[in-house]
């Protein structure tokens, strides 16, 4: 979605967000736009990843809200820089943490959500 110390989206990422704004409006809950970096030093107009982090979560956030008519209410950003990095052995660590995370929030308490992959693969047989 964003090139090396980016936050303007690709191409590709405005068809996704494009596409994914229809299903996210008819929700009801809470929507958490998370910006993520990878673990290398920015250069340029960020001073550190944080502030770049949340950029790119914040230029989501207003695709959804100007272009996708998302309700600025029920919507957030917030930056994490390289605090949250994925564990994907099959990308590139680099690439794979220039990233946003779109977060619905569930009210189900923690302890209930615990159990849903549980009811899900009993009620698949």
């Known amino acids: 979605f964003f090139s090396p110390a980016s936050a303007d989206l690709t191409e590709t990422a405005l068809r996704v967000l494009d596409g994914m ?12 736009v998370e910006g993520n970096t ?18 790119r979560a914040t230029k989501v956030l207003r695709r959804l809200v100007e272009v996708g008519g998302m309700p600025p209410n029920r919507i957030a950003a917030v930056g994490y820089a390289d605090s949250r990095p994925l564990d994907d052995a099959s990308q590139d660590p680099m690439s794979a943490n220039r990233r946003v995370d779109i977060v619905v929030v569930s009210p189900v308490p923690e ?8 009811v899900a693969a009993e009620s698949q047989g």
């Open 111 to 118: 302890s209930v959500r615990a159990y849903l992959p549980t």
């Open 38 to 55: 990878n673990s290398l030093p920015v250069t340029g107009q960020y001073a550190t990843n944080w502030e770049l982090s949340a950029d």
């Open 21 to 32: 704004a229809p299903v996210l409006n008819g929700l009801s809950e809470q929507i958490s």
